[in-house]
T-cell receptor, first 113, second 116 residues
Framework: DQQVKQNSPSLSVQEGRISILNCDYT??????FLWYKKYPAEGPTFLIS?????DKNEDGRFTVFLNKSAKHLSLHIVPSQPGDSAVYFC????????????FGQGTILTVHP | GAVVSQHPSRVICKSGTSVKIECRSL??????MFWYRQFPKQSLMLMAT?????????EQGVEKDKFLINHASLTLSTLTVTSAHPEDSSFYIC????FGQGTEAFFGQGTRLTVV
């Protein structure tokens, strides 16, 4: 049972344009969502998070949007840079088990110069 | 952000031997740490929750006798892969949360285990 889904395995974007990565979840107990960036053979690096009490959180070039009714969140990267090329994972947690994350399958982002 | 250090980053071992992976929180105390496994081109799958001073909680399908977890102090958790087989070859990652700074989990660098 995949509780967190990233339906796009890959995304290719031109440098300077917007990258939009999507994530859907099914567990209504999830109330905190995170995005991680990961390079091969390395651990994930935290990017940005959002609590279910908000619908938007912005940090520099990264903005996460949360639509609770649709159980959907998205990560916007503007402007995209070649150094953003990596695998992006969305993750969710809820209840009292903060830190115990359920991950999506990941989306490979490639930003072309 | 908080720092979690994982060691070793790479290890190759022979079938039948055991391998220990260490996970340390360097600048905060972690009563709970988590161990994940990532198969090639797949998501990170939670293996177990490591609780300081008590037994680990394993996810369904994870063999607790094969993957021994010890959380002896507030800054160190270890994962020991016992009697390793080639199918145990994978990328193992630990994480810890510093609840004082928020709820995001910080990850170690990961360990690439190859069993030959």
């Amino acid at each position: 049972d995949q509780q967190v889904k990233q339906n796009s395995p890959s995304l290719s974007v031109q440098e300077g344009r917007i990258s939009i990565l999507n994530c859907d979840y099914t567990n209504s107990m999830f109330d905190y969502f995170l995005w991680y960036k990961k390079y091969p053979a390395e651990g994930p690096t935290f990017l940005i998070s959002i609590s279910s009490i908000k619908d938007k959180n912005e940090d520099g070039r990264f903005t996460v949007f949360l639509n609770k009714s649709a159980k959907h969140l998205s990560l916007h990267i503007v402007p995209s840079q070649p150094g953003d090329s990596a695998v992006y994972f969305c993750a969710a947690t809820g209840g009292t088990s903060y830190g115990k994350l359920t991950f999506g399958q990941g989306t490979i982002l490639t930003v072309h110069p | 952000g908080a720092v979690v250090s994982q060691h070793p980053s790479r290890v190759i071992c022979k079938s039948g031997t055991s391998v220990k992976i260490e996970c340390r929180s360097l600048d905060f105390q972690a009563t709970t740490m988590f161990w994940y496994r990532q198969f090639p081109k797949q998501s990170l799958m939670l293996m177990a929750t490591s609780n300081e001073g008590s037994k680990a909680t394993y996810e369904q399908g994870v063999e607790k006798d094969k993957f021994l977890i010890n959380h002896a102090s507030l800054t160190l958790s270890t994962l020991t892969v016992t009697s390793a087989h080639p199918e145990d070859s994978s990328f193992y990652i630990c994480s810890a949360s510093d609840f004082g700074q928020g709820t995001e989990a910080f990850f170690g660098q990961g360990t690439r285990l190859t069993v030959v």
